[in-house]
C-alpha cells in the first residue's frame, strides 16, 4: 500500500521493563507489516529487558518504529491530546507502569502517553505481565479498567494448538489488534465444528 503519512493509521507502542518485550518487538513488525504508522517509547527497564531476552540491538528495535520517543520527552507528540492516533498498547506493560497509569501520576513519557489516551477517551491496551498477583495489583487493575483502560494479559489461546513461540506471540498480539480493527492474519479463530481454523 502506497498511502501518505498523514493518511495512514497511527498506534502508539510502549514497551515497558516487564518480562516478554518479544511481545513489543513483534507488535512493532505487524504494525509495519499492516503499514500502520507506529509511534515507539521504552522505558529504561525495557532496554535492560532487551538485553536479557533478545539478540536485537535497540538500534535494530529502534528501526523497526516509524517515530522514536525518548521516555524523558515529556513534550513529544504523543504527551498531547492534539495529536491524533488510534490508540496505544503498552507491550507488555510492568505492574509499575500499569499503576503509574491507573493513578494518574505520571511520572515519564509512556505513562503519560497512555494517561492521554485515557483522557481523550482512545483505545488502550495493557499486555500486563505478572504473575502471581496480590491484592494491590488487581486494585490498580481495576482501577485503570475503570478509567476506560483494557488489560490484556498476553495469555496462550492453547485451543488454537499453537506450534511454536511465536505463533502464541503472534495470536495474543493479533487479537489485541482485533481490537483496534486490524486484522493480522495470525489468528486462529475459534469454530465449534472443526475447532481452531485459521483466518475468519
Not at 494517561?115 to 485503570?144: C, F, Q, W, Y
Not at 476506560?148 to 492453547?158: K, L, S
Not at 479463530?189 to 472443526?194: H, Q
Request: hydrophobic fraction near 45%; aromatic fraction near 4%; include cysteine.
Amino acid at each position: 500500500m502506497n498511502t501518505s503519512s498523514a493518511a495512514r493509521p497511527r498506534i502508539v507502542v510502549g514497551i515497558s521493563g516487564a518480562s516478554g518485550v518479544i511481545y513489543g518487538i513483534r507488535m512493532l513488525q505487524l504494525l509495519r507489516e499492516l503499514d500502520v504508522e507506529s509511534h515507539l517509547v521504552m522505558s529504561k527497564s525495557a532496554q535492560v529487558t532487551l538485553q536479557y531476552e533478545s539478540d536485537l540491538s535497540m538500534a535494530e528495535v529502534k528501526a523497526m518504529a516509524d517515530v522514536v520517543y525518548a521516555n524523558t520527552d515529556i513534550g513529544a507528540a504523543i504527551s498531547s491530546g492534539s495529536f491524533k492516533v488510534a490508540g496505544m498498547v503498552v507491550a507488555p506493560c510492568s505492574i509499575k507502569t500499569m499503576s503509574e497509569i491507573a493513578t494518574g501520576v505520571t511520572g515519564s513519557l509512556l505513562s503519560r502517553a497512555a494517561d492521554v489516551n485515557l483522557k481523550e477517551r482512545r483505545r488502550l491496551v495493557l499486555m500486563v505481565r505478572e504473575t502471581p498477583l496480590h491484592l494491590g495489583h488487581i486494585r490498580s487493575m481495576a482501577a485503570v479498567t475503570e478509567a476506560g483502560a483494557i488489560v490484556y494479559p498476553p495469555v496462550p489461546a492453547f485451543y488454537a494448538r499453537p506450534a511454536s513461540l511465536e505463533e502464541m506471540v503472534d495470536h495474543s498480539l493479533g487479537r489485541v489488534l482485533d481490537l483496534f480493527g486490524f486484522d493480522t492474519g495470525t489468528v486462529r479463530r475459534w469454530n465449534p465444528r472443526d475447532g481452531a481454523a485459521p483466518g475468519s
